[in-house]
């Protein structure tokens, strides 16, 4: 009880409740007016997937590709972490994340960019087979 009375009692309390409070209401107001165009975008960006994904399901051949295109970016991931893990264990990869932090991560960009490609073909690869289930 004695906890809750000095917490009531301290001026940070307080502020870190309403800065919190006023940040989520601003956050709220900034997201809910969004521009209109923005959503245009994402809902131009979502039809047009739905509807390469529709043209796409009928050829079994193409649905296949695309699934054997996801595994082989999964693969190229897998190589890409397994050599960086080699690096990182010979201790070069080490010393350059020790000199110089912002190098690290620009050396460490490949890895990155495989798992958002991955990602992505994974996600389409999906997709792409849960329509392919709806045709009969």
Request: net charge positive; proline share 2%.
């Amino acid at each position: 009880m004695n906890a809750i009375f000095n917490s009531v009692n301290d001026p940070s309390w307080w502020f870190s409740i309403v800065a919190s409070t006023i940040m989520a209401l601003v956050l709220a107001k900034i997201f809910a007016h969004t521009p209109a165009a923005i959503k245009k975008i994402f809902r131009r960006f979502i039809a047009m997937r739905q509807k390469k994904i529709k043209n796409t399901r009928r050829n079994q051949s193409l649905v296949y590709y695309h699934i054997a295109r996801a595994n082989s970016y999964f693969l190229v991931f897998i190589i890409i972490c397994c050599l960086y893990l080699v690096w990182l264990i010979s201790g070069s990869f080490l010393t350059i994340i020790k000199d110089s932090t912002l190098s690290g991560v620009v050396l460490s960009l490949p890895i990155y960019i495989s798992e958002i490609v991955l990602l992505i073909s994974d996600g389409y690869a999906k997709e792409l087979a849960k329509s392919r289930g709806k045709i009969t």
